[in-house]
């Protein structure tokens, strides 16, 4: 029997009725605008490098970004030529003048930012990611795999993987060789990211990959599809010390495809893309078929063996 109008209950003004779920726009509800920032460092040069990454910020932030990757070692170039030298741009995280101008860029402009950055801690180096936002410093990510002479002025990457929840999704970060070991990327998921930012510094070598075979962004896009997640690549471009670097910054979606870029090898650029972050949740290939619970976790671990560190 229908209730008569006096026994209805009444909602206050005050306390509006939400939207059912079937009033939502379907599809955006979880929509972001992510780029990946292409770059050219001068080694040694801070304060221009330092300058080139806040233009670029501004650029994304005024297309609406809120996830911005800068490349490897952005502020102070990449081809060291002694300790010495490395020691004489490093700076502390997050106290030093390189992150606290990003700190600045992201409460003006109300954006995350993920930027490589020549780490000091006491009398260690660490190839680093600083991860910072609107309302301060988030973390750090240290290199865990490094590549050639790294070896010789860098310590091994301490802070393990982690992953850090932003308003519109988790973050996972990768620099550079990490891509070569799907271990990193695999553990991300397992901890529930829906983006890797990976900042590197992605070199031409003739024969094996050159701007026309970007074979460091098609693993990444590979990457991406056996683990259903989105990447986003930010590389640098330019000659530093007789080593040409590829560009081809890119955004990749959880299939695999180049949702924005490659971008080109010579010149700066800003690669944006909006991703809706919920595509990265819901992996299922087939009726029968998830990348993720398909995992045979019971003849390996979980994390692969990795133990995060406690907070």
């Not at 502390?92 to 390189?98: E, H, I, L, R, S």
């Not at 006491?122 to 609107?134: H, K, T």
């Not at 060789?177 to 553990?187: A, H, K, L, Q």
């Not at 590979?222 to 670097?245: F, H, N």
Request: glycine share 8%; aromatic share 10%.
């Amino acid at each position: 029997m229908a209730k008569k109008e006096s026994e209805k209950v009444k909602i206050p003004s005050c306390c509006p009725i939400p939207p059912y779920p079937g009033e939502r726009e379907k599809g955006k509800e979880s929509l972001v605008k992510v780029a990946a920032l292409q770059m050219e460092p001068e080694i040694c040069n801070i304060e221009k490098n330092v300058n080139e990454s806040l233009r670029l910020i501004h650029q994304a932030a005024d297309k609406g970004v809120k996830l911005a990757v800068l490349p490897e070692l952005c502020n102070s170039g990449y081809i060291y030529n002694s300790r010495e030298e490395a020691f004489a741009c490093a700076e502390n995280v997050p106290d030093g003048p390189t992150t606290k101008a990003w700190l600045n860029a992201a409460k003006e402009r109300n954006i995350y930012i993920c930027a490589g950055i020549t780490e000091r801690e006491e009398n260690r180096l660490y190839n680093s990611v600083a991860v910072v936002g609107p309302d301060g410093f988030i973390g750090i990510y240290r290199k865990t795999h490094l590549w050639n002479e790294e070896k010789m002025w860098f310590t091994p990457g301490d802070a393990g993987f982690p992953v850090f929840e932003l308003p519109f999704g988790k973050i996972g970060n990768r620099i550079c060789y990490d891509g070569w070991f799907p271990e990193v990327t695999r553990i991300y998921i397992a901890q529930g990211a829906d983006i890797i930012c990976d900042s590197t510094n992605w070199v031409i070598v003739p024969g094996i990959q050159t701007p026309e075979k970007p074979a460091a962004a098609y693993t990444a896009s590979a990457l991406s599809l056996m683990s259903s997640v989105y990447t986003i690549c930010a590389d640098r471009t330019g000659v530093e010390r007789g080593c040409t670097y590829l560009g081809n910054s890119c955004v990749i979606d959880p299939a695999g495809n180049f949702v924005a870029g490659p971008a080109s090898f010579d010149k700066a650029e800003v690669v944006v893309a909006e991703i809706n972050v919920m595509a990265a949740r819901y992996r299922h290939w087939s009726e029968f078929n998830n990348p993720h619970t398909d995992r045979r976790t019971d003849l390996y671990d979980n994390l692969l063996g990795y133990k995060p560190k406690e907070k």
